[in-house]
């Protein structure tokens, strides 16, 4: 419980600081946008970034454990992730300036059933004493219902997602902020 309190507390820290929206959402597709400081240096962020084993919430997993999840920070490498029991790609690296811009460009989660795909775009910016973190997905394609409906979950799951990313380059954990 007192775990859950903390992260809770964290996410709300980190909340504070980022401006999360669902852009633009149509039945053919969306975009979600944020933009949040980190309060670690650029290369830091980066070298978090190619860690998402260390921050990604395993509950947003095929096989449940972050930890199966790897990313390759080269044109064409795979944000993968290999469990024992199977695998997956997620997404495939595109572009890559190191500790400034990373493109990946796939199918995250149910994505990968239906007939949509994406770009994502992250960006570090140096800031003072941090980094800007940016980034933005846009999805298109054909979903029974629209995919304007997802976009609010989508948006929502990935700001989990670079909300944890933020605390672990702050701290080494994905589940404790700094204090202010």
Not at 4 to 33: E, I, W
Not at 54 to 80: I, R, T
Not at 160 to 167: A, H, I, N, P, T
């Amino acid at each position: 419980m007192k775990r859950m309190v903390l992260a809770l507390a964290a996410s709300a820290l980190f909340a504070g600081q980022a401006g999360a929206a669902v852009v633009d959402a149509q039945p053919h597709g969306f975009k979600v946008a944020a933009s949040a400081r980190i309060a670690a240096p650029p290369r830091k962020v980066w070298a978090a970034l190619s860690t998402p084993g260390g921050w990604w919430n395993g509950d947003h997993s095929w096989f449940g454990k972050a930890s199966n999840l790897s990313l390759d920070l080269k044109p064409g490498g795979c944000f993968c992730e290999i469990a024992a029991e199977g695998g997956a790609l997620h997404m495939l690296v595109s572009y890559v300036k190191p500790g400034e811009e990373l493109r990946l460009w796939g199918a995250l989660g149910p994505f990968q059933t239906l007939g949509a795909g994406g770009g994502l775009t992250i960006r570090l910016e140096p800031v003072d004493q941090g980094t800007k973190l940016s980034w933005a997905y846009t999805v298109g394609g054909y979903v029974p219902g629209g995919l304007d409906k997802l976009a609010p979950a989508v948006d929502g799951v990935l700001a989990e997602q670079f909300g944890r990313l933020g605390r672990y380059a702050q701290t080494g954990s994905p589940d404790v902020a700094e204090a202010p």
